[in-house]
């Protein structure tokens, strides 16, 4: 069985920075790549940054370009999201997302194609 714990979030103020870890686990887990997404109250979850199973590519929606920094010990099962100069509407839970992969540098930015989801750790940034 595999899982994924996030840890790291919390209460904060605008511009301030935050460090999300997720943690994957479990004796079925392979290569894979890792998403980060959020959902804030009312909307859907939408992709926020993606690594690559081996490190070497990475994705960004815009909201997140050059604010967060996704990263991942290569061919390691944990990975980081390093969030800074925070906004209010960064506020969501944030969730961390693994995708078996084939090909080591693949990664998505759907939802529907990640396979294994974490628990979620909420992000709440005030004003």
């Known amino acids: 069985q595999v899982q994924l714990v996030e840890s790291g979030g919390g209460l904060v103020q605008a511009g301030d920075s935050l460090r999300l870890s997720c943690a994957a686990s479990?004796?079925?887990?392979?290569?894979?790549?890792m998403g980060w997404f959020r959902q804030a109250p009312g909307e859907g979850r939408v992709f926020v940054a993606g690594?690559?199973?081996?490190?070497?590519?990475?994705i960004y929606a815009d909201s997140a370009k050059g604010r967060f920094t996704i990263s991942r010990e290569n061919y390691g099962n944990t990975g980081y999201l390093q969030m800074t100069r925070l906004k209010p509407e960064d506020t969501a839970v944030y969730y961390c997302a693994a995708e078996s992969i084939v090909v080591a540098a693949h990664i998505a930015t759907s939802s529907h194609s990640y396979d294994y989801w974490g628990q979620g750790t909420q992000v709440t940034v005030s004003s």
């Open positions: 479990g004796s079925n887990l392979g290569a894979f790549a």
């Open positions: 690594i690559s199973w081996n490190g070497r590519r990475t």
